[in-house]
């Protein structure tokens, strides 16, 4: 994204964001495992909106727990309101060859996300809102009946 920095984008999910945070507009952030270290390294972050990727610039990162991003040109609690909760891109020209590999096979975890689980008797009982791998184990975070359970924004 730089001058002179010409090439195909290929985007990946590389995490998700949460709630706003403070009154600048900052958002909590949600990476995927494999870029826990390479984050803060990171410029951009892609949005889809009306259907297109759409680049923001990082303009800060708070390297805490959870992580928190402050988006170029997103000011206000509510400008940030908008992009929380979403899905997030990065482009694979900027990642480490590691973090790559990594993410390019932790991938397939990110698929489960807004997947509907279903009783025996086929009735919708509750919502993946996200998967968080820890060392160990996967844990899927799930909304039910408005209730957030393993809310990892709190």
Aim: aromatic share 10%; hydrophobic share 40%.
């Amino acid at each position: 994204m730089e001058t002179g920095d010409l090439h195909q984008i290929e985007l990946l999910p590389c995490g998700t964001t949460g709630k706003t945070q403070g009154i600048r507009g900052d958002l909590f952030f949600f990476p995927v495992a494999a870029l826990q270290d390479q984050f803060s390294k990171m410029n951009w972050m892609f949005f889809e909106i009306k259907g297109n990727k759409v680049p923001f610039r990082i303009s800060k990162f708070e390297d805490s727990e959870p992580p928190v991003v402050h988006l170029e040109g997103v000011d206000t609690p509510e400008t940030a309101k908008a992009l929380s909760n979403r899905q997030v891109w990065v482009d694979v020209y900027h990642l480490p060859e590691k973090a790559l590999g990594m993410m390019k096979k932790t991938n397939e975890l990110s698929e489960l996300q807004n997947f509907v689980i279903f009783s025996e008797d086929h009735q919708s009982i509750a919502k993946i809102i996200r998967t968080l791998e820890y060392p160990s184990q996967l844990m899927a975070e799930v909304e039910r009946d408005g209730v957030v359970f393993l809310d990892s924004t709190s």
